[in-house]
């Protein structure tokens, strides 16, 4: 129920671009373990015992079992602390139901203390030691070992049993969080048990959707354990779930006096030779939205752009200045600088270009890659709206010195603060972060995302987003989520060029009334 161990991030400095408060953020807020821990302290100050709250979460754990589940043998692991607690109550609850339980407790009785302590003394059956025996001849297992503040690799018995019950593939129910999984960035501390259903309390916490914590947790449950949720408007949490509530009252819905370039005419950087990426990002910049997209490109390639799509427009960038020329135009107002513009000066000259002229900037793929050897002359650079999308291996090549053991969370904070620009980390777990410290965690993305192009596809919904006026933050959020969603209704045989016109019906459904009939102006 109670986490112990904390951790820190640093405040940052003031970003552009954040996500004031809207509907629902309460409801998507993720709790660091620092965080879990002072809704517990902050609610039991308030009047209500930690035993309340020890009874509530293990009766909830309990429930969500005979819920799914008929009467079988369960074995329920305790551990020594408050984790333990409600294994406890969870284990006297299935008793009292019915169930055949035996009880394993990882440690001595007489070393319980506090809630933990008064939870055991409920329980009026025996307590074995925790050991494999245990596990003989149950058919389901709950794993109250450690919740989501464990700090420290396990080892000895602890991960004995853990490993035991993927050995002999039982069905885990896990309280808080899988053991061994940190409950800060999904990490495994040593060895973990994969569970079908985890019983969390309050909030999630980041480890429940970050890998491979997510994949460990199966499906995770969020109990009401009796914390109001006026405690967060104290905690204040910095990190969200990406979910479009966050930003979808932001969201830039055409209106009846609306005319192409009311909408934003986008400017998207063409490479000669891989052409698709660019063009990919044009159809998705155009179905977001964006009233124009031009794409410019050597002359040699110019062609191949216009015949692609009929509502693109093309420049041709005959010399070396072309790029600066095209943007003094005050009405192309965001730019994507990358994706297949080639590692080269030019594609660095541009991306400087184009923020030096103060334009809304998207920077992927090469554009990022390309300053590998001088990231700071991108991060002095960076003095407008900007959003940096990086994937895992262009990460390494700009932050080379952040350590990729901090978790995904942490790292994106860290790259957000130095470069001043929001970052979009890109995986199954894409993180958001701004660099005043905000950050979302996007959990919404199949696997069928893993395919050639689908970064380039973002990076164009994010782009036709700045362009329509959305802040870099908003932009990375909503694009993220809406390529999830897109992939999702699709499904297996998904490529990245089917997920442009995926997009009008994900937005059919999100479009409110008022926008879809928004009356005159």
């Known amino acids: 129920m109670t986490v112990d161990d904390e951790t820190r991030s640093g405040p940052g400095r003031p970003a552009h671009g954040t996500a004031p408060e809207t509907t629902g953020r309460d409801e998507a807020a993720l709790l660091t373990i620092a965080e879990m821990a002072r809704a517990d302290a902050l609610t039991i100050a308030s009047g209500t015992s930690g035993i309340a709250l020890m009874e509530a979460a293990g009766g909830a754990v309990a429930s969500e079992i005979t819920r799914r589940w008929s009467p079988r043998p369960v074995a329920v692991l305790c551990g020594p602390g408050n984790n333990g607690g409600d294994g406890f109550v969870a284990a006297r609850r299935l008793q009292e139901a019915g169930w055949p339980v035996v009880l394993g407790l990882l440690g001595a009785r007489d070393r319980l203390a506090g809630d933990a302590a008064l939870a055991a003394e409920r329980w009026t059956g025996p307590v074995a030691t925790a050991s ?14 450690f919740g989501a503040g464990l700090a420290r690799p396990l080892e000895g018995a602890a991960r004995r049993l853990v490993e035991a019950i993927g050995a002999r593939r039982l069905t885990c129910v896990a309280v808080d ?12 501390l040593g060895a973990a048990p994969r569970a079908t259903v985890t019983v969390t309390f309050f909030r999630r916490k980041p480890g429940h959707l970050l890998l491979p914590g997510r994949a460990l947790a199966g499906e995770t449950v969020v109990a009401d354990i009796g914390i ?17 509530d966050l930003w979808l009252e932001r969201y830039r819905w055409p209106r009846p006096e609306d005319h192409k370039y009311r909408r934003g005419h986008a400017l998207i950087l063409g490479g000669s030779q891989m052409t698709g990426a660019a063009r990919l990002a044009a159809r998705g910049a155009r179905r977001i939205g964006a009233g124009l997209v031009t794409v410019a490109a050597p002359p040699e390639a110019v062609a191949l752009y216009a015949a692609d799509q009929p509502g693109l427009l093309t420049a041709s960038l005959s010399d070396g200045g072309a790029f600066a020329d095209l943007l003094t135009d005050e009405r192309r107002n965001a730019v994507l600088v990358g994706p297949g513009a080639g590692t080269g000066d030019a594609t660095r000259r541009h991306a400087l270009a184009a923020l ?35 994937h895992e291996g262009e990460f390494r090549r700009l932050f080379p010195d952040i350590d990729p053991e901090l978790g995904k969370v942490d790292r994106a904070r860290t790259a957000a603060q130095r470069s ?71 499904g297996p045989g998904l490529i990245a060029e089917d997920l442009p016109d995926l997009l009008p019906t994900v937005l059919r459904r999100l479009r409110p009334a008022a926008a879809q009939d928004p009356g005159p102006p």
Do not use: Y
């Open 132 to 145: 494999e025996a245990v596990l003989d001849g149950a058919a389901l297992v709950v794993d109250a070992l």
């Open 177 to 188: 969080i899988p053991s061994g999984v940190h409950g800060d960035t999904g990490q495994v």
């Open 228 to 244: 109001p949720v006026s405690v967060l408007e104290t905690i204040r949490p910095r990190m969200h779930e990406n979910r479009p």
């Open 356 to 390: 030096g002229a103060g334009k809304a900037c998207v920077l992927d793929a090469d554009a990022l890659t390309a300053f590998a050897d001088r990231p700071q002359d991108l991060f002095d650079a960076i003095r407008s709206p900007c959003l940096l999308t990086p």
């Open 420 to 490: 001043g620009a929001v970052l979009l980390l890109k995986g199954a777990d894409t993180v958001i972060a701004a660099p005043d410290g905000q950050a979302l965690i996007n959990a919404n993305a199949p696997p069928d995302l893993a395919t050639a192009g689908a970064g380039d596809v973002l990076a164009g919904f994010a782009l036709g987003l700045l362009a329509q006026g959305m802040t870099p933050f908003d932009a990375a959020a909503a694009a993220a989520w809406l390529q999830g969603a897109a992939a999702a209704a699709f």
